[in-house]
């Protein structure tokens, strides 16, 4: 297996993409007069799956700042993260369990936290590749303050995600390559992501010590 690695280019684009998200988020949160602040609720425990090579690869450069010891800790924690995320599936339920990243409500990445932790809370919209637009709502308290602010939730100011997106797949495009195509999806929790390492995909044919003896 291959380590994934991103460059510094590409690191530097993500930077830029992860900070683009935050300004587009403060904007509508700003101009809703919305806030995390005195929340009885923590976003952190919301079951979410993460779909890209890069953001990954991303997770993982935060991690390796973090000492040995810490490293060793976040990974036992994220075990358990999936053992328990496995039990409640049994029960038919979905996963409701506290991020193994979260230390005492904060997070404990918070520079290379993925990009639905940047973007959940205010309304967004975005639109696929097949033309279809989806809206976002935002949380049950940001939907609250629409609902008395606005006749209709259409009225709302939003982040539109498809521009900061499409950049997203571009890096994940020149990341992985042109077979892309070839590589196994990716579908994985945080814990999980934690639990694997950094991302590896197969060695390719020609780059295997053993295709040698075959010329
Ligand atoms: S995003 Fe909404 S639900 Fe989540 S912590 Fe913030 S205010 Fe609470
Ligand atoms: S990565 Fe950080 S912000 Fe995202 S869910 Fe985990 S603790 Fe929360």
């Given at each position: 297996?291959?380590?994934?690695?991103?460059?510094?280019?590409?690191?530097?684009?993500?930077?830029?993409?992860?900070?683009?998200?935050?300004?587009?988020?403060?904007?509508?949160?700003?101009?809703?007069?919305?806030?995390?602040?005195?929340?009885?609720?923590?976003?952190?425990?919301?079951?979410?799956?993460?779909?890209?090579?890069?953001?990954?690869?991303?997770?993982?450069?935060?991690?390796?700042?973090?000492?040995?010891?810490?490293?060793?800790e976040l990974i036992?924690r994220?075990?358990?993260?999936?053992?328990?995320?496995?039990?409640?599936?049994?029960?038919?339920?979905?996963?409701?369990?506290?991020?193994?990243?979260?230390?005492?409500?904060?997070?404990?990445?918070?520079?290379?936290?993925?990009?639905?932790?940047?973007?959940?809370?205010?309304?967004?919209?975005?639109?696929?590749?097949?033309?279809?637009?989806?809206?976002?709502?935002?949380?049950?308290?940001?939907?609250?303050?629409?609902?008395?602010?606005?006749?209709?939730?259409?009225?709302?100011?939003?982040?539109?995600?498809?521009?900061?997106?499409?950049?997203?797949?571009?890096?994940?495009?020149?990341?992985?390559?042109?077979?892309?195509?070839?590589?196994?999806?990716?579908?994985?929790?945080?814990?999980?992501?934690?639990?694997?390492?950094?991302?590896?995909?197969?060695?390719?044919?020609?780059?295997?010590?053993?295709?040698?003896?075959?010329?």
């Open positions: 297996m291959k380590e994934v690695v991103l460059s510094k280019e590409l690191i530097g684009e993500i930077g830029r993409i992860y900070k683009e998200m935050e300004s587009g988020y403060d904007e509508v949160a700003r101009a809703l007069k919305f806030s995390c602040d005195g929340c009885p609720d923590n976003c952190c425990d919301s079951y979410f799956l993460h779909h890209t090579y890069t953001e990954w690869a991303y997770l993982w450069e935060g991690v390796r700042e973090l000492a040995e010891e810490k490293q060793l036992e994220a075990r358990q993260y999936i053992l328990e995320c496995a039990q409640a599936e049994a029960r038919d339920e979905r996963p409701q369990i506290m991020c193994p990243l979260n230390e005492q409500g904060r997070c404990l990445l918070y520079t290379h936290r993925l990009m639905v932790c940047r973007t959940h809370g205010v309304p967004a919209s975005m639109r696929r590749p097949d033309g279809q637009t989806l809206n976002f709502p935002g949380c049950f308290r940001c939907q609250k303050i629409v609902k008395k602010k606005f006749v209709h939730d259409s009225q709302a100011p939003h982040v539109e995600r498809t521009p900061l997106l499409q950049r997203l797949v571009a890096v994940e495009r020149e990341l992985m390559g042109e077979k892309i195509h070839l590589y196994p999806r990716v579908k994985l929790t945080i814990a999980q992501m934690l639990v694997k390492g950094p991302p590896a995909i197969p060695t390719p044919h020609c780059e295997r010590s053993d295709s040698k003896s075959n010329v």
